[in-house]
């Protein structure tokens, strides 16, 4: 028979911050660069949730948030933040409550909105320095990508995840150099109809992605898990941690 754990009181806790094992690697100048940084993520879904709670562990100051969903049972199995207790939120909130979890005293502006070509213009986190672009539906992609390029905002995009099981397979890039992913492919043809060049950052993988299959008559569901999506959040989440450290020491 298991034991039951026994549960340690708050009085009980070792002292310390959850940012004692960054500082060690940052220092105390790229922990308060890191504070002071303003990051926004756009989507927070498999890759989005892993990436935006990365930022937050990693002692991101300032979070600017945007999915118009709600958590979902089937969710579950690759949201970061995907407890039982969440479900039947918007994303937006449950994400809000888990950041606060690990540093209560993180700044998160969050909007639970669609982002489409007549949103952009006021759904853009012009505030933040960086951007982390983890939709997964083409148009809105396209619009988003779009308006960061023209901007002429830092950003780092996500390719196609669902359907892969490899997260070995994920790569870091430009978009030019993505191959085998079907998303990227009809990124590269939207956004070339409106000459935005391809050298931004994505993540992408070269994995072929397993078909979907179609549920009770319903529209085609693709399959996820959460190996590829939430690697592909940390990977994100890295290249914006590492860019604003890289800053510090430019």
Same mark, same amino acid.
């Given at each position: 028979?298991?034991?039951?754990?026994?549960? =340690?009181?708050?009085?009980?806790?070792?002292?310390?911050?959850? !940012?004692?094992?960054? $500082?060690?690697?940052?220092?105390?100048?790229?922990?308060?660069?890191?504070?002071?940084? @303003?990051?926004?993520?756009?989507?927070?879904?498999?890759?989005?949730?892993?990436?935006? !709670?990365?930022?937050? %562990? +990693?002692?991101?100051?300032?979070?600017?948030?945007?999915?118009?969903?709600?958590?979902?049972?089937?969710?579950?199995? %690759?949201?970061?933040?995907?407890?039982?207790?969440? +479900?039947?939120? +918007?994303? /937006?909130? +449950?994400? /809000?409550?888990?950041?606060?979890?690990?540093?209560?005293?993180?700044?998160?502006?969050?909007?639970?909105?669609?982002?489409?070509?007549?949103?952009?213009?006021?759904?853009?986190? %012009?505030?933040?320095?960086?951007?982390?672009?983890?939709?997964?539906?083409?148009?809105? *992609?396209?619009?988003?990508?779009?308006?960061?390029? !023209?901007?002429?905002? =830092?950003?780092?995009?996500? #390719?196609?995840?669902?359907? @892969?099981?490899?997260?070995?397979?994920? $790569?870091?890039? /430009? #978009?030019?150099?993505?191959?085998g992913c079907p998303l990227a492919?009809?990124? %590269?043809?939207?956004?070339?109809? #409106?000459?935005?060049?391809?050298?931004?950052?994505?993540?992408?993988?070269?994995?072929?992605?397993? *078909?979907?299959?179609?549920?009770?008559?319903? @529209? $085609?569901?693709?399959?996820?898990?959460?190996?590829?999506?939430?690697?592909?959040?940390?990977?994100?989440?890295?290249?914006?941690?590492?860019?604003?450290? *890289? *800053?510090?020491?430019?």
């Open positions: 028979m298991v034991e039951p754990i026994e549960k =340690i009181g708050p009085s009980e806790r070792t002292e310390g911050s959850f !940012l004692d094992r960054t $500082r060690i690697i940052a220092g105390d100048d790229g922990l308060a660069r890191l504070a002071d940084a @303003r990051v926004a993520v756009y989507g927070l879904g498999g890759v989005g949730a892993a990436c935006a !709670l990365d930022l937050v %562990r +990693a002692g991101v100051g300032y979070l600017h948030v945007i999915d118009y969903d709600i958590v979902e049972y089937s969710n579950l199995n %690759r949201l970061a933040f995907g407890y039982n207790r969440y +479900a039947g939120l +918007a994303k /937006t909130e +449950a994400f /809000t409550d888990a950041a606060k979890e690990i540093n209560p005293a993180i700044q998160i502006v969050s909007e639970n909105i669609f982002f489409s070509a007549e949103s952009a213009a006021q759904i853009i986190a %012009r505030e933040c320095c960086f951007h982390a672009d983890c939709i997964d539906s083409l148009s809105p *992609k396209v619009n988003l990508i779009a308006s960061l390029y !023209l901007e002429r905002l =830092i950003f780092i995009s996500s #390719m196609g995840t669902a359907g @892969r099981i490899m997260p070995e397979s994920l $790569r870091l890039g /430009t #978009m030019q150099e993505v191959k492919r009809a990124l %590269r043809q939207r956004l070339g109809k #409106m000459a935005i060049p391809f050298d931004f950052p994505v993540v992408w993988s070269d994995e072929p992605p397993i *078909k979907p299959i179609c549920l009770e008559g319903k @529209r $085609r569901i693709q399959g996820s898990m959460p190996f590829v999506p939430q690697t592909a959040g940390h990977i994100m989440a890295s290249w914006i941690v590492r860019t604003i450290l *890289k *800053k510090q020491s430019s």
